[in-house]
Nanobody, 123 residues
């Protein structure tokens, strides 16, 4: 049974940093593309960043480029999202997702999802 679990969310002031983690079990982690998505109240889910199975290819939403970094440790079955220079508009529930294809970035293409971790950035 595949499980995807996010952690690391919390309350931070504008300009602060957080590192989100996502562990995946029940699958061969380094066969899977991984992604981070977020959803703010009253808004649609949006893609934040995605990474291929090896960590060699990444993509970012324009809104987070230069501030967020996605990376993975396949030996630990863990995906990360380092978030710096946080802004109030980054406030959202952040979700991790996994798919067996080598590199996907669209939310509709992901098979497995976590329950999310809340990030709140105060102004």
């Amino acid at each position: 049974q595949v499980q995807v679990v996010e952690s690391g969310g919390g309350l931070v002031q504008t300009g602060g940093s957080l590192r989100l983690s996502c562990t995946a079990s029940g699958l061969t982690f380094d066969d899977y593309a991984m992604g981070w998505f977020r959803q703010a109240p009253g808004k649609e889910r949006e893609g934040v960043s995605c990474i291929d199975w090896s960590g060699g290819s990444t993509e970012y939403a324009d809104s987070v480029k230069g501030r967020f970094t996605i990376f993975r440790d396949n030996a630990k079955n863990t995906l990360y999202l380092q978030m710096n220079s946080l802004k109030p508009e980054d406030t959202a529930m952040y979700f991790c997702a996994a798919d067996v294809r080598p590199f996907v970035c669209s939310a509709t293409e992901y098979t497995y999802w976590g329950q999310g971790t809340q990030v709140t950035v105060s102004s």
